[in-house]
C-alpha cells in the first residue's frame, strides 16, 4: 500500500490576466488561481494508484498564503491529506528555493515511496523542480513518464524524453515527474468537492524546516514582465465569397516574396 | 443571510462549469439541430452527483442545498440550457418525493433518482386550464387496487426519458380545484403511455410530450403526501421551478453577454470596434446588471430554501423580473451583434429560443404578481 | 579552475553552445571547457574553439545516468557558467547539476550577457502570454534550444582533449529503448509550415492540409489536441509550450484558435496566416492574413489558386 506524495503549484489563470496597451505591464487583480495544468495530471495519476491499490496521497504544495484557496480544490481530486507551505516571498522564489523548501518539507515526514509531481508549472515552466528535488534528495528521478505501473515497491514506467520511447524500471523511492498525456484528469464529482472539506490538511511554518536565509534567496530573479502582443497586420477576408478571399490571400503572399 | 457563497458551493459552480465545457459544449449545436436526447451526457450528469445535489445523503443524495443546485444549474445552462431543463424537471421529482414522501416512498424512490439510475419527471399541466386554478383533467378514481387514472397530462419535460414522473389528479371532480393530489407514477405503469414528442422552438434536447393514462392502476401507496396536499405541492414545486429555471436563464443570459462582449470587440465599423460605441455599451451594460441582479434574486430564494423558511415569494419576484427581462436581454444581444449574432452559424438564435422556453412558460398555479400582492396585501 | 562548462548529447546542438560560451569565456576570461560522451564528439568539439574537451567514459551515456558524474567534475572543477543543450534530457540534467551546484538555472535561455558580473537572459511566463529579464549570479547554469546559436567556425588551434572515467547513475533499469517512429521530419528547419486544429473534423480531412502543404511545399504541423489527444499526427509535430518552438517564413493554421499556449511555439515565424471560420477566434488576432471561413471549402480553393 504505497504512500505517495504529489507536489503542485497554485498557479494564476493566465487567461484572467490582462495586458496594459500603455505600458504591456500586466494586471493580475482579476486573476483567479488554479492548479497548474501538469500538475493536475500529477494528482489524478496518485490518485488512479491508490484506487487500483490502496494507499494514501498526501499532496504539498509551496506558495504564497494564496495556496489556501486550493486546499478544497485539490483535496476534492483524491489526495487523502494536504499540507502547504505559505511565504509571502514564495513569489519571487526560483526553483532552487522552491525545490529546497519542498525537500525540506519532505525531509521532516515519514518517508514516501513515491513522489509524483508534474512537468513543468504552467505560469514559469521551469521544468526544473523534479530533478532538483531527486537530488537534493538523493533519490533516482524519472522525467517525462508517459505511462506507469507501481507493484510493491518496484515502478515500471514509459518515459518519452524527446528521442526515444524507453521502457525503464527503478525499485524503492523515486521522484517522477509525469507528461500531459499520462492522463486525462477528471472533473470532480460533487460528493467529491463535499467531502474535500471532511479531509485533514496542515500548515507547515517555513521556519520549522532548518533552512538557512541564505537557502530562501534566489539566485535566478525575474525582472520588469511585460505582457507580449502579437503586433501583426491582421489583414482579415472575410466577404462571403470564399474564392474571392483566397484570391487576396494568394496576392498577400504573392506581395511578402512567399508565392 | 449572506447573498455570497460558500467555498463549496463555489467549487460546486466551477466544478459545474468545468463539466459544462468538457461534456455539453462539443454538443450543443447539433443537440439544437437534431433535437435527439443527450443520454451519455445524462449519464455523465449523474455519475458527477449533479442528479441528487440536494437530497439527503442517507438517499445517496450529496445535501450540498439549493444555492448548489442553483450555482450548478446556472453554469450548466451557460452551455446548454436543454441540459439544464433535464437536470430542473428532474430535481422537482426529487424535491417534492424528499419534501412530502412517506419514509418507505423516499426509501423506494429517492437512491434511485439520486444516482441518476432513474430520471424524473413533474407532470402537472393539461392542454386545459393548469391544475389548481381550474380542475384537473386528469382524474384519480378510487378503485379496489387503490387509484386508477384516466386522462391526459401535457408539456411533461423529459416524458419518455424518465423512469418515474409526479403527476398530479383530480380525486373529486365535485370539489374541482381543490381536489388535487400527487401520485407518484412509474413509467412503466400499465395504461401509461408517451405521446409523440413535440417539436419545440429552444431547449432541444430536452424531451416534451404529453403522458396518456389510460386506466393506470396504482397501489394506494402511489399517493404522495396526503390527499389534500396537492394544491401544496404544485404551489411549492413550482416555486423551485421558478428558482431554477431563473438560474437556468441567467445562465443563458450570462452566455449571451458574454458572446456579445466578445464579439463587440473584434467587429470593427468605421475604423474602431463597436464596443467603443455608447449605445453598443449602454446595452451590454443593461444586459450584464439584468443578469448580476437576477442572480442575486435567486440566490435570495435559493438561500431561504437551504434554512427551511417560505421562499415562494421571493421566487414569483425573480420569476416576475426575468418574464420581462429575459427576452429583453436576448434581443439586446442580437442588437449588439446585428446580422452576424443572427445567422445561426452563431448562438445567439439559440439562446434566443431558448430563453423564450424559460421565461414565458410554466406560469405556476398563481401568476407571480398574485402571489408577491398577496403577501403585501395580507 | 573555474571555466564555462558546455555540454549535449546531440552533436549539433553542442557546437551551435560553443557560440555563447565563447562569448562568455571572453567575457570572464575563463577557459571554454566542452564535455562529451565520444573521443570523436570530443575533438570536433575541441577543434571549434573548446580550450579543453573531457571525453566522460561511464557505462551508461544518457546524460541523465551522467548527472551525478557531472555534476561532481563541476563543483571540483569550480565551473562559473554551465550551458546544457535544452533537449528534454539535457533539461534534466542540468536541473540536477544545478541542485548539485547550489546555482541558479534559467531554462530556455535564448540569449546570455554578462552584465555586472551575473548572467542576463530573457524568460516567457504565462505560457507564452508576457516575457520578462531574468539575472542569474554565478555559477549559473543555462539550457539552450537548438538553433539558436550557429556553431562557431574552426578554431586557429584545437583545444586540449582528455579521457575520464566516470561512474554513471545505474539506479534505473532501462529495460528497452525505442526511437521515435520519425519519419524523418524536423519541422523546426521547415521554411513553411501548414499547422492544423481542431477544425479538422476527422483524421481523413487531413488530406486537405496535406494537398496545401504539398502546393506550397510546406511540412505539416499541429497542436497539442491533434497530436496527444486524437493521435492523428506524431508529438513530434505539435507546436506550443511543450512541443516544437518554429520560426518559418510562413506559418498557415488551419481551423486552431490561436490560444496562447499554441501561439508561443510559432511567433516568430515571419508571416502568419489564418483559416478559421469562427471570426472572433484568437488567431485572428496573431494572424498577418487571414481568411474567416468554412476550411472545407478555402483549403481547396486555396490549393488550386496556388497551382496557377
Known sequence: MPKILVCYKWVLNEQDIKIRPEDLSLDASRAKGKISDFDRNAIEEATLIVEQQGGTVDALSYGTPAVRQSIKDVLSRGPNRLLWIGDPKAEEADALVIAKVLAAAIRKSDPYDLILCGEGSSDMFYQQIPARLAALLELPCLTFVARMTLEGRTLMAQRKPGDCTEMVSVTGPAVVSVLSEINKPRIPSLKQVLGAAKKPSEEIALDSLGLAAGDLTPKAVRKSPKGFLMNRKNVVFKESDAAANVAKLVASLKAEGLH | ?378 | MPGIFVFSEDLALAKQLLTPGLALAQALAQPLVALATGQAEAETLAGLGADRALVLKAERSAPEALAPAIAELLTREGASVVLVGGTLRGKHLAAHVAAALNAGLTTDAKSLVIVDGQLATQRILYAGLAVCDEVVALPAVATIPQRTFLAPAAAAQPGAVETLEVAADTRITVQSATPVESEGVDITAAIKLVAVGRGFAKKEDLALARDLAGGLKAELACTRGIAEDEHWLPIERYIGISGQTVKPELYLAVGLSGQVQHMVGCRESKVIVAINKDEQAPIFEAADYGIVGDLYQVLPLLTAALQN
Open chain 2, 1 to 378: 443571510m449572506s447573498i455570497l457563497l460558500t467555498e463549496e458551493q463555489e467549487l460546486i459552480g466551477q466544478s459545474a462549469r468545468d463539466f459544462a465545457k468538457e461534456y455539453l459544449d462539443p454538443i450543443v449545436v447539433d443537440m439544437d439541430h437534431t433535437g435527439q436526447y443527450p443520454a451519455a451526457v445524462v449519464k455523465a450528469l449523474a455519475e458527477h452527483d449533479f442528479l441528487g445535489l440536494f437530497l439527503q445523503g442517507e438517499y445517496g443524495g450529496a445535501e450540498a442545498g439549493y444555492v448548489s443546485l442553483v450555482e450548478a444549474i446556472e453554469n450548466l445552462a451557460r452551455s446548454s440550457a436543454a441540459v439544464a431543463s433535464i437536470v430542473i424537471n428532474h430535481s422537482l421529482a426529487a424535491y417534492a418525493i424528499q419534501r412530502w414522501g412517506a419514509a418507505s416512498q423516499k426509501k423506494d424512490y429517492l437512491p434511485a433518482l439520486a444516482a441518476g439510475s432513474t430520471l424524473g419527471g413533474f407532470a402537472v399541466f393539461e392542454h386545459g386550464p393548469t391544475p389548481g386554478v381550474g380542475a384537473s383533467a386528469l382524474q384519480a378514481t378510487r378503485v379496489p387496487e387503490g387509484w386508477a387514472l384516466k386522462g391526459t397530462k401535457a408539456y411533461v419535460r423529459n416524458a419518455g426519458v424518465a423512469g418515474l414522473y409526479v403527476v398530479l389528479a383530480c380525486t373529486d371532480p365535485a370539489a374541482g380545484a381543490k381536489s388535487l393530489a400527487a401520485f407518484i407514477v412509474s413509467a412503466k405503469a400499465s395504461g401509461l403511455t408517451v405521446g409523440p414528442l413535440a417539436e419545440t422552438m429552444g431547449l432541444k434536447g430536452c424531451p416534451v410530450a404529453d403522458l396518456v393514462f389510460d386506466n393506470v392502476i396504482l397501489a394506494e401507496s402511489a399517493l404522495l403526501g396526503g390527499i389534500a396536499d396537492g394544491n401544496a405541492i404544485v404551489t411549492e414545486t413550482l416555486a423551485l421551478a421558478s428558482v431554477a429555471e431563473a438560474a437556468q436563464t441567467v445562465g443563458i443570459g450570462q452566455a449571451a453577454v458574454e458572446h456579445a462582449a466578445a464579439y463587440a470587440k473584434t467587429r470593427v465599423q468605421f475604423g474602431r470596434p463597436i464596443a467603443s460605441l455608447q449605445a453598443i455599451q449602454t446595452l451590454l451594460a443593461e444586459v450584464a446588471t439584468d443578469c448580476h441582479l437576477a442572480r442575486l434574486g435567486l440566490r435570495v430564494a435559493a438561500q431561504l430554501l437551504d434554512q427551511g423558511e417560505p421562499f415562494q415569494v421571493e421566487a414569483a419576484m425573480v420569476k416576475q423580473f426575468l418574464a420581462r427581462f429575459g427576452s429583453k436581454l436576448l434581443i439586446d444581444t442580437v442588437q449588439v451583434e446585428g446580422g452576424f449574432g443572427y445567422s445561426e452559424f452563431m448562438p445567439l438564435p439559440r439562446l434566443f429560443r431558448d430563453i423564450a422556453g424559460t421565461t414565458l412558460l410554466e406560469a405556476p398555479a398563481d401568476y407571480p404578481e398574485k402571489t408577491i400582492a398577496a403577501a403585501l396585501l395580507a
